[in-house]
């Protein structure tokens, strides 16, 4: 059974969301004549909730596609059940002239590549606080929200400062989609209380480190520079934040006793961990094809027991300094390097 969480009036939502980056490319091979039977896979099992991105290429169209797959498979009431979270991510530099015409632009084109007339919830991501006007932005959302364009208005790696900011402009964020996992526990503390604070629920990627929180790392050298995977290459850093391979593999060894006395696969425990922190409404795990689904089921099914969370909460490597995101925005830095910054064109 898929817990449940209603995010925002209206906005009912499994607490397991299928996430589609890892469909856009550079994640391994997608199989797109098996694509709407997967969805529809983590549909009935009760993962109910998408989340996609207008700069993730293709996925919102392949969600489109879905929406009328499971319309024909499942019926109207079907498909109301489904939520489908997309980004509004304007190209780095587009900020410091973003207009409402360029706003409504991107998300009329969100709209049409779903077929949805109203979006269920946009993240709003910003590239750079030294540029351009983010609350204006985020008024120009509300325009469409207010039109009938949008249903809820939600953020994506913004700090604790610019959540608290925002709600004092007028637009509290339903939800803000940050890094949160054994290894990155940036969110904790000081940011929870702040989304907190202004009714804004945490949604999570990262959750399995882009799959490094897994059996399959377990024992192995450190990949160092061989990485091709987007995410692996991304979360390869963040381990290196925590202390360097050799830490990440006690936390692992940690992991995989209790996922063996629970007879579950080491990213449940690592998920689960992630799921049952304070202000968590949700966790995204990035999947490929239905291949994970059963692995991911077990998240669900599995409850921590206090024995558990202490042998983890020793296990636990140093966490990345600073405030979430802190780091990715130094685009010299090595983080922010790996980043595309104008994916929304085209
Ligand atoms: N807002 C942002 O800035 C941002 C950034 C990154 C990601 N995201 C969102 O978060 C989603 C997740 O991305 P992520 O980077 O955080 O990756 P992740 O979910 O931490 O890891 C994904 C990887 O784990 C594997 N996997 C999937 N389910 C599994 C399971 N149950 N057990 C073991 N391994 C499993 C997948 O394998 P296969 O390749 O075999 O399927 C994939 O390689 C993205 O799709 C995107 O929607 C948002």
């Known amino acids: 059974m898929i817990e449940r969480t209603v995010l925002a009036p209206g906005h009912e939502m499994s607490r397991l969301i299928r996430g589609g980056w890892q469909l856009a490319g550079d994640h391994g091979p997608v199989e797109r004549d098996s694509l709407n039977d997967g969805f529809l896979a983590f549909f009935d099992a009760g993962i109910t909730t998408l989340d996609c991105a207008d700069i993730y290429t293709g996925v919102e169209a392949m969600i489109g596609d879905f929406r009328r797959h499971l319309l024909n498979a499942r019926g109207a009431e079907a498909l109301t059940r489904l939520k489908v979270h997309t980004k509004f991510v304007p190209d780095l530099d587009k900020l410091g002239s973003l207009s409402f015409t360029d706003v409504e632009a991107i998300i009329d084109r969100s709209r049409a590549r779903l077929g949805m007339d109203r979006l269920d919830l946009v993240q709003f991501h910003w590239w750079d606080y030294g540029q351009g006007d983010p609350l204006a932005a985020l008024h120009h959302l509300q325009r469409l929200q207010a039109d009938g364009r949008i249903a809820h208005i939600a ?192």
């Open 155 to 346: 953020g994506t790696n913004f700090d604790a400062p610019h959540l608290a900011q925002f709600a004092a402009g007028g637009v509290p964020l339903a939800s803000i989609q940050v890094q949160y996992s054994l290894l990155d526990r940036r969110p904790a503390g000081a940011f929870t209380a702040t989304a907190a604070a202004s009714g804004t629920g945490i949604i999570c990627y990262g959750a399995l480190a882009g799959g490094f929180l897994a059996e399959r790392w377990l024992g192995v050298a450190d990949p160092a520079e061989t990485l091709t995977n987007r995410s692996l290459i991304k979360y390869r850093l963040i381990i290196e934040e925590c202390g360097g391979w050799d830490r990440f593999q006690a936390l692992l060894g940690v992991l995989a006793g209790i996922a063996a006395a629970h007879a579950v696969p080491l990213s449940a425990v690592a998920a689960r961990w992630v799921l049952d922190q304070p202000g968590v409404a949700a966790i995204i795990i990035g999947a490929r094809s239905a291949a994970h689904l059963a692995d991911t089921l077990a998240i669900a099914a599995l409850r921590l027991s206090a024995e558990d969370r202490a042998a983890i909460a020793v296990a636990l490597p140093p966490c990345p300094p600073g405030d979430v995101y802190t780091l990715e925005r130094d685009r010299e830095g090595r983080h922010g390097r790996i980043m595309k910054y104008g994916l929304n064109k085209g």
